[in-house]
């Protein structure tokens, strides 16, 4: 099927450290959506990537788009506590409506 | 901040009832998505709407079922209340083709007793 997996499933870390999460696809995916979960919360969208090789950068948030366009990542900067959430990468189904396919997500702890 | 909204946030009910949850967006999208998260789990879609008077059945099986007669409003309603359907049900729309992005409403926490 169309799923994409991401990876690590949990991610712990110490205020300051760097982090990233990863998603792939065994397919070429026609473009990328990240999307942010607080605790409690509902989805939030981050960005969307499309091009090959994409890079795009919100403050210290940096996200990837491979250059087969069948993987991307989303690296923090410094992590704060206010980053703490789940990080989930999305696929489009091309003539699918505008539906959205989930990663599994990456869930975030920042120890103070 | 998106304007999509969903009551009751938080609905406690027994096995057996029928509940229908609301969903309303003031946006003007055409599109709308019900999703199934249980927790720190992914979401699964389960119904979906590309506009007034059409549906279909999302990714994952549901024994919900789903209306949509006016563009702003897509309620869910699950006609006898099953403790597998305890979850957190969150509703999105979004205005293909502009943008896949998808807005999504605060969610409902169900729990059938």
């Known amino acids: 099927g169309q799923q994409v997996m991401q990876i690590p499933q949990y991610q712990h870390v110490q205020e300051g450290e760097d982090f990233t999460t990863y998603c792939n696809s065994s397919?070429?995916?026609?473009?990328i959506q990240w999307y942010k979960q607080r605790p409690g919360g509902h989805p939030v969208f981050l960005i969307q990537?499309?091009?090959?090789?994409e890079v795009k950068k919100q403050k210290r948030l940096t996200f990837q788009f491979g250059e087969a366009k069948k993987n991307s990542s989303l690296h923090i900067t410094a992590t704060q506590t206010t980053d703490v959430g789940t990080y989930f990468c999305a696929r489009a189904g091309g003539t699918s409506y505008g539906k959205l396919t989930f990663g599994q997500g990456t869930i975030l702890t920042v120890h103070p | 901040e998106a304007d999509i909204y969903q009551t009751p946030r938080y609905l406690v009910i027994g096995t057996g009832k029928k509940i229908t949850l609301e969903c309303s967006q003031t946006m003007g999208h055409d599109k709308m998505y019900w999703y199934q998260q249980d927790p720190g789990m992914e979401l699964h879609l389960i119904h979906y709407?590309?506009?007034?008077?059409?549906?279909e059945k999302g990714d994952l099986s549901s024994e919900s079922t789903v209306s949509r007669i006016r563009t702003e409003h897509f309620p869910l309603t699950l006609e006898s209340a099953r403790p597998s359907h305890t979850s957190q049900y969150l509703c999105a729309s979004s205005e293909y083709p502009l943008g896949y992005e998808q807005y999504f409403g605060p969610g409902t926490r169900l729990t059938v007793t």
């Open positions: 709407s590309y506009g007034v008077n059409s549906t």
């Open positions: 397919t070429t995916l026609s473009n």
């Open positions: 990537l499309v091009k090959s090789g």
